[in-house]
């Protein structure tokens, strides 16, 4: 069935160039609660020699993980839209044959065309350039800031949709799906995830690793929209999402339809655990990032960056969340609710 949809995509890619070049892509992210607790958890992840620096400082990076979605929506940066996706099918469908960097890119396709079909793994791998230059430096602002940032981005490359130009199932009929898997599915289930990854890893070879998230998450693409399309096929509308008085689909504050709770209920359990992965994942990737910066940086000494009875007060907090962590919970992420509670 992906063969039929990768068909229809292919013909109704021609005829919606015009339209992409006049407006712009939307990418949502995986939510407030999906980002918050990826960064939260790339936090426990890391050894004891970043973590203590990282954990003084967690609310931060914690809250800044949605804030690459803010510049975006709250504050129109036109610049910021094209980092968190990248539509592999105009540039030829697969990871093998893309260009490894942007420049090259740019050389290969154009500039306007780059921004329209979204930049996101070279986007990781200029953050990753800049972090290690700021662990470099020691510059506490800059490496909190970039490393908050990378997260999102890291978080992002690990969504499925944010790989094709069907990011929202706009070609396949089925418009909403974007937030209903990255935002509503974590937010009815995700308190049951376990979110316990292994210890931060040095990365030998970031571009390779990068369009090897990228490749990935493509490949994820078949069973999330043929799953989700078949249920729609098999159920009326009023199966499918929350339907107000007058009849009509509900929606959230972000216009996204929300989807009723059975629905989503089976549509998660077929996908036998996918966002859980990628939510895993993306924990996984970040937290090896910021190590391999600090590690390609020479390991500066992160300690002195901070007073040592900072450190001391939070020691004790850093311990109990950490063996939360290994049960694979992560604590202490109050995010806003993007979606209405419906568990019945």
Not at 182 to 190: I, K, M
Not at 253 to 267: D, G, L, R
């Amino acid at each position: 069935m992906f063969t039929g949809i990768i068909s229809v995509m292919k013909q109704k890619i021609m005829s919606v160039c015009l339209l992409l070049f006049t407006t712009t892509p939307i990418a949502y992210g995986w939510g407030t609660w999906g980002h918050n607790h990826i960064n939260k958890g790339a936090v426990m992840a890391l050894p004891s020699e970043m973590g203590l620096f990282f954990y003084n400082h967690v609310d931060f990076i914690t809250e800044e993980s949605t804030v690459p979605d803010l510049r975006k929506y709250t504050l129109g940066d036109k610049n910021e839209n094209c980092r968190h996706y990248i539509d592999l099918e105009p540039y030829g469908y697969g990871t093998a044959s893309m260009p490894k960097t942007l420049s090259d890119a740019i050389a290969k396709y154009g500039i306007d065309s780059v921004n329209r079909y979204g930049i996101l793994p070279w986007y990781i791998q200029s953050m990753m350039d800049k972090l290690t230059e700021a662990f470099r430096n020691k510059r506490k602002t800059e490496i909190l800031l970039l490393a908050a940032d990378l997260g999102h981005y890291v978080g992002d490359a690990h969504v499925p949709l944010h790989t094709t130009i069907n990011h929202n199932g706009q070609f396949t009929g089925q418009q909403g799906i974007h937030a209903f898997w990255e935002s509503q599915l974590p937010e009815l289930f995700g308190r049951n995830y376990n979110l316990h990854t292994r210890q931060a890893r040095h990365l030998p070879d970031i571009e390779k690793t990068t369009w090897s998230i990228i490749d990935s998450s493509y490949r994820l693409l078949s069973k999330l929209l043929t799953t989700e399309k078949r249920m729609k096929d098999d159920n009326p509308e009023e199966k499918q999402y929350q339907i107000g008085s007058d009849g009509s689909i509900l929606k959230n504050k972000f216009n996204q339809p929300i989807h009723a709770y059975e629905y989503a209920h089976v549509y998660h359990e077929l996908l036998d655990g996918m966002v859980e992965q990628q939510m895993r994942n993306a924990i996984r990737f970040t937290a090896d990032l910021w190590y391999t910066s600090w590690i390609n940086a020479g390991k500066p000494d992160l300690n002195t960056l901070d007073n040592k009875s900072l450190t001391e007060r939070n020691l004790p907090y850093y311990n109990e969340d950490l063996k939360a962590w290994k049960k694979g919970k992560v604590r202490g992420c109050k995010a806003d609710k993007e979606f209405p509670s419906n568990h019945p």
